[in-house]
């Protein structure tokens, strides 16, 4: 169940704004995400007193399917699935969303926005804020307006990518890369997933997964135990992987930026 807490400008160093230099604000004390931590301090502050943190349940839906929302998701520990139905009923992944982005674009640039079904792939927190307030701070152009249209434009690539890699890429090295491209994402230890959820997002069956799982397990390559998977050789899981992988690592490593005031 989706739990919103208080928005940030009542907490910590975000109340005493006013008090702080654009020097010393702390913004990587207030969140982890790569497009926020990319703004100067100033454009920061004017959204802060619209934020608000709020926390996800794995399998939650974000967005239902060609439905509307008011509200944009900026993931902090929580990543994203952004699905789509086939016409034979399988559900196949077409873009992954973590901290390096952001979820529901569609409601700031569109007249009339209409949601791609997004569910929580790893259950944890984003900052939320509603359009209306997000808007005029993406129209004033400038820096912020600026990562966005960096964020989109490699978010475009990356749902490209995916669905070459869904036609022409064998179910193993898709399998790779999606494992890698969830693990840069989650910054833990372990993938708290069945092989049930993982075969549903990839759009395979249980069956098919189930024997590529061991054959990696076999090589010493993951270990899975109820629920969870551990990759423990990271570079042989790179080379079993597709090129989707590399490409989607650069992609990534392009969006760290560094704050500039």
């Given at each position: 169940?989706?739990?919103?807490?208080?928005?940030?400008?009542?907490?910590?160093?975000?109340?005493?704004?006013?008090?702080?230099?654009?020097?010393?604000?702390p913004?990587?004390?207030?969140?982890?995400?790569?497009?926020?931590?990319?703004?100067?301090?100033?454009?920061?502050?004017?959204?802060?007193?619209?934020?608000?943190m709020?926390?996800?349940?794995?399998?939650?839906?974000?967005?239902?399917?060609?439905?509307?929302?008011?509200?944009?998701y900026?993931?902090?520990?929580?990543?994203?699935?952004?699905?789509?139905?086939?016409?034979?009923?399988?559900?196949?992944?077409?873009?992954?969303?973590?901290?390096?982005?952001?979820?529901?674009?569609?409601?700031?640039?569109?007249?009339?926005?209409?949601?791609?079904?997004?569910?929580?792939?790893?259950?944890?927190?984003?900052?939320?804020?509603?359009?209306?307030?997000?808007?005029?701070?993406?129209?004033?152009?400038?820096f912020?307006?600026?990562?966005?249209?960096?964020?989109?434009?490699?978010?475009?690539a990356?749902?490209?990518?995916?669905?070459?890699?869904?036609?022409?890429?064998?179910?193993?090295?898709?399998?790779?890369?999606?494992?890698?491209?969830l693990?840069?994402?989650?910054?833990?230890?372990?993938?708290?997933?069945?092989?049930?959820?993982?075969?549903?997002?990839?759009?395979?069956?249980?069956p098919?997964?189930?024997?590529?799982?061991?054959?990696?397990?076999?090589?010493?390559?993951?270990?899975?135990?109820?629920?969870?998977?551990?990759?423990l050789?990271?570079?042989?899981?790179?080379?079993?992987?597709?090129?989707?992988?590399?490409?989607?690592?650069?992609?990534l490593?392009?969006?760290?930026?560094?704050?500039?005031?």
């Amino acid at each position: 169940m989706l739990k919103v807490s208080q928005p940030f400008v009542g907490k910590g160093f975000a109340s005493h704004w006013n008090q702080v230099s654009r020097e010393t604000f702390p913004i990587g004390r207030l969140t982890n995400n790569t497009l926020l931590l990319a703004l100067p301090s100033i454009d920061f502050a004017r959204l802060l007193p619209h934020l608000q943190m709020v926390s996800f349940n794995s399998g939650e839906d974000i967005y239902q399917p060609d439905g509307t929302s008011e509200f944009l998701y900026f993931p902090e520990t929580a990543v994203f699935s952004q699905l789509n139905i086939l016409a034979d009923g399988r559900t196949v992944e077409t873009a992954m969303i973590g901290y390096e982005g952001i979820a529901g674009l569609s409601t700031i640039l569109s007249f009339q926005p209409k949601t791609f079904w997004t569910q929580t792939l790893i259950a944890g927190i984003a900052l939320r804020i509603n359009a209306k307030n997000f808007k005029p701070e993406f129209g004033r152009g400038g820096f912020l307006q600026a990562v966005l249209l960096d964020y989109i434009n490699l978010y475009v690539a990356h749902i490209s990518q995916r669905a070459i890699c869904n036609i022409h890429h064998r179910i193993e090295e898709r399998f790779c890369s999606w494992l890698l491209m969830l693990d840069d994402r989650n910054r833990k230890s372990r993938l708290i997933l069945t092989q049930e959820q993982i075969a549903y997002f990839l759009g395979v069956h249980r069956p098919t997964l189930t024997l590529i799982a061991q054959d990696l397990r076999n090589n010493g390559i993951i270990d899975y135990i109820r629920g969870r998977i551990f990759i423990l050789n990271r570079q042989k899981l790179e080379q079993s992987a597709c090129e989707c992988y590399s490409l989607t690592k650069k992609n990534l490593a392009y969006l760290s930026y560094n704050q500039t005031d």
